[in-house]
């Protein structure tokens, strides 16, 4: 099946990181703007915006709220437009700073074009986002005021090896980062993945990490 053109943005003030990610990126990918600070973004995205957006934390102008800023200066667009952040930095607070201000996901900068193209179409998806580890620091802010339930007849209906894909792929693991942490190939984590949705009657990565979330079990 041929996939559907994706139109994205990217922001990020460094000219030779933008024209790197250009090249990475799949041929279904379509960048129609760039821009490398605050004020730009926030007008360029306005004029046309995009599908999704690549957004860096960390960048000049505006007020000095970086990405975050520019989320909050777009959240008239945000109901057609999706935002990844993308980021050298993998520190707790700007994780948390931008996804409290809209943004669907967050990774890192030592993704591959392969991983980044893949993140752009689950995000474009409605599918939330994120690197290796990073996603505890989101449950760790935004899941501490829900109560702890407990599902353990939901949980038993997967084998321990589900349960253990399940876990690393609630918390943002690409199939061939579980292939590679588990040991087994990547087609046998697609069948597990499968099969924990199927038994969990949800649809998605998403509503996955969300029910994993709920039940402490990342």
Same mark, same amino acid.
Request: glycine share 8%.
């Given at each position: 099946? /041929?996939?559907? &053109? ?7 003030? *460094? ?5 790197? =990610?250009?090249? #990475? %990126?799949?041929?279904?990918? @379509? ?16 004029? @046309?915006?995009? #599908? =999704?957006? %690549?957004?860096?934390? *960390?960048? &000049?102008?505006?007020?000095? +709220?970086? +990405? ?12 057609? /437009?999706?935002? %990844?952040?993308? $980021?050298?930095?993998?520190?707790? !607070? ?15 900068? @030592?993704? $591959? ?29 935004? +899941? ?6 407990? *599902? ?19 918390? +943002?693991? /690409?199939?061939? !980062?579980?292939? #590679? ?6 087609? /046998? =984590?697609?069948?597990?993945? #499968? ?10 990565? *998403? !509503? ?11």
């Amino acid at each position: 099946m /041929t996939q559907e &053109p994706i139109s994205i943005a990217i922001i990020d003030d *460094h000219d030779m990181f933008r024209a790197g =990610v250009k090249a #990475s %990126l799949a041929p279904w990918v @379509n960048v129609i703007a760039e821009a490398g600070d605050v004020d730009s973004a926030v007008a360029v995205l306005h004029q @046309n915006p995009p #599908s =999704v957006v %690549l957004l860096d934390v *960390h960048m &000049p102008g505006g007020a000095g +709220g970086g +990405g975050a800023e520019v989320l909050t200066k777009c959240q008239d667009i945000a109901g057609q /437009t999706r935002f %990844l952040a993308l $980021s050298v930095s993998d520190a707790a !607070e700007d994780v948390v700073a931008v996804i409290r201000a809209g943004a669907r996901g967050y990774v890192t900068k @030592n993704i $591959s074009g392969e991983q980044l193209s893949d993140a752009i179409k689950r995000v474009d998806s409605g599918d939330a986002v994120f690197s290796p580890r990073l996603a505890g620091f989101v449950l760790d802010a935004f +899941g501490a005021q829900s109560a702890p339930a407990t *599902h353990d007849d939901e949980l038993d209906r997967l084998s321990a090896r589900e349960q253990e894909v399940m876990r690393l792929i609630a918390r +943002g693991y /690409t199939y061939r !980062e579980v292939a #590679s942490e588990l040991f087994i190939s990547i087609k /046998t =984590v697609e069948t597990h993945v #499968s099969a924990v949705l199927r038994k969990l009657q949800l649809s998605s990565r *998403h !509503e996955l990490t969300k029910w994993a979330a709920d039940r402490r079990l990342l």
